[in-house]
């Protein structure tokens, strides 16, 4: 079964969040996954509002996707 781990929290004035979830192993095989549009559209509409004060990092394998996103407040 999928597993999630979510993090949140604030320290110093900088909002730290990450998440880490397993992938089913139906669709890491499936072929034919699509990738969609939600990362462009949040690492976009993160520059237009944060601009400089944030850090996005993913790391998307074949059975797992981890984001760490940190925003100075």
């Known amino acids: 079964a999928p597993t999630v781990h979510i993090s949140l929290c604030v ?3 900088v909002l730290h ?5 397993t992938k089913s192993t139906v669709v890491a095989s499936q072929k034919t996954h699509k990738k ?7 690492k976009r509409r993160l520059d237009l509002i ?3 004060a944030h850090t ?3 790391d ?3 059975d797992s996707y981890f984001v ?3 925003i100075h407040l």
């Open 11 to 13: 320290l110093k004035g």
């Open 56 to 58: 996005l990092q993913i």
């Open 17 to 21: 969040f990450t998440i880490f979830n």
């Open 50 to 52: 944060y601009s400089e």
């Open 36 to 42: 969609g549009i939600g990362s462009s559209n949040i």
């Open 68 to 70: 760490a996103l940190d």
């Open 60 to 62: 998307e394998k074949n």
